[in-house]
């Protein structure tokens, strides 16, 4: 048994006849770009997460992007945030122009240490830019607290956390505005790209919309500058309200899946994912620590089963982002985790044969290594 990280096939072998059906539908109904479906999207996912706005941009990346300059970010501000997250967090807010400034993480949650954020504002912070990272939220009553008292607008990452509670309150409905991926892999995956930004301030939605249309106020007319072509395209939005139906049973497999990962490597050295207090947990990735990680990965390759690492590289590290200045050790938690850190094969169509498969070889590699 070949076992890979994750493929989208299996599920559509399940869902086909349903995603063939929204396909045909967009291309029946005359309207391929901005029309009715990402209308619908847009009410639906935002009646999930309880917020008036929602605006279907075409990927996680521009959500960023265009959250940060609709809340008025842009060259010589700085945003902070973490380095341990996927990198079109940072790549975000350095094509608008800002400066990303990092804090560390947690050692158990892997999270954004919410306790350093007061000493990295300066007098040119402008957002606060926590990420969800992994599928569970950040602790956001003490950030809230720093965000009130300093002025300053918190922009969730909910690229991996789509339908994650934090105290009952779900992710994406804390702060001002808040910016969502559907890359394939996600919690809530379109068949292509996708993204959107959801916000409770209409101010906010207004410059959304026209960000993505050119910076159109109305058709030919420019009004914000520089504007962008970052529209949802009507398919995969047709195809994201038939999926969001079924998100929640999708989050429900996800935690199945997640216990038996936790029961299984109870008393090993590997080091199973631990959940913050108040928080529900979607499991975007199934994030294990071991000190050995690089021979236990090449033990289970050598057995046909490739895992991934989220993520080998901290941002901060990376020769993209040599410019910001951010010297090896300066971020020790991020960089001593990324050397431990990887991922078991977690999505909703992994069946229980395969998920038994990766236990039962992976307690045998941790039993030699
Ligand atoms: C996937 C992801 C993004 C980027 O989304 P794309 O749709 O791939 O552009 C941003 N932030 C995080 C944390 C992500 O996981």
Redesign the pocket.
């Known amino acids: 048994m070949t076992l890979h990280v994750w493929g989208y096939l299996p599920e559509y072998e399940k869902e086909r006849d349903d995603i063939l059906d929204a396909v045909d539908s967009v291309f029946r109904s005359g309207k391929l770009v901005l029309g009715p479906s990402v209308k619908a999207f847009e009410e639906e996912f935002a009646a999930y997460h309880g917020v008036p706005h929602c605006v279907g941009v075409d990927?996680?990346?521009?959500a960023?992007v265009l959250g940060l300059r609709a809340l008025g970010i842009g060259a010589g501000d700085e945003v902070i945030t973490v380095s341990n997250?996927?990198a079109?967090?940072v790549v975000a807010i350095d094509a608008v122009g800002a400066t990303p400034v990092f804090v560390d993480v947690d050692r158990d949650t892997y999270l954004m240490r919410v306790d350093q954020v007061e000493a990295a504002i300066t007098s040119r912070t402008r957002c606060l830019l926590p990420?969800h990272?992994y599928g569970q939220c950040v602790d956001m009553a003490p950030l809230e607290a720093i965000a009130a008292e300093h002025g300053l607008p918190i922009l969730e990452?909910c690229?991996?956390a789509h339908g994650a509670r934090h105290h009952g309150r779900i992710a994406g409905s804390m702060g001002k505005a808040a910016a969502f991926?559907?890359?394939p892999t996600?919690v809530l995956g379109a068949y292509g790209?996708g993204?959107a930004t959801i916000t409770v301030d209409t101010e906010v939605e207004e410059r959304l919309r026209r960000l993505r249309y050119y910076g159109m106020e109305k058709v030919y007319h420019v009004v914000s500058t520089p504007g962008y072509n970052s529209r949802l395209d009507e398919v995969q939005a047709e195809i994201l309200r038939r999926k969001l139906t079924r998100l929640d049973d999708y989050i429900a497999r996800r935690r199945l899946i997640a216990a038996r990962y936790e029961e299984a490597f109870a008393g090993t050295d590997l080091v199973t994912p631990k959940t913050a207090p108040g928080n529900d947990h979607v499991y975007y990735v199934y994030v294990v620590r071991h000190p050995k990680r690089d021979e236990v990965i090449a033990a289970l390759k050598a057995r046909d089963i490739a895992l991934n690492i989220s993520y080998p590289w901290p941002v901060h590290t990376q020769s993209g982002f040599a410019h910001l200045g951010y010297a090896k050790g300066s971020l020790p938690v991020t960089e001593e985790v990324a050397d431990q850190i990887f991922s078991l094969p977690m999505f909703p169509s992994l069946s229980d044969v395969e998920q038994e498969h990766v236990i039962d070889t992976l307690r045998d590699v941790l039993a030699k290594v």
């Open positions: 990927n996680g990346t521009n960023i997250t996927a079109p967090t990420v990272l990452d690229a991996q991926s559907f890359y996600k790209d993204g």
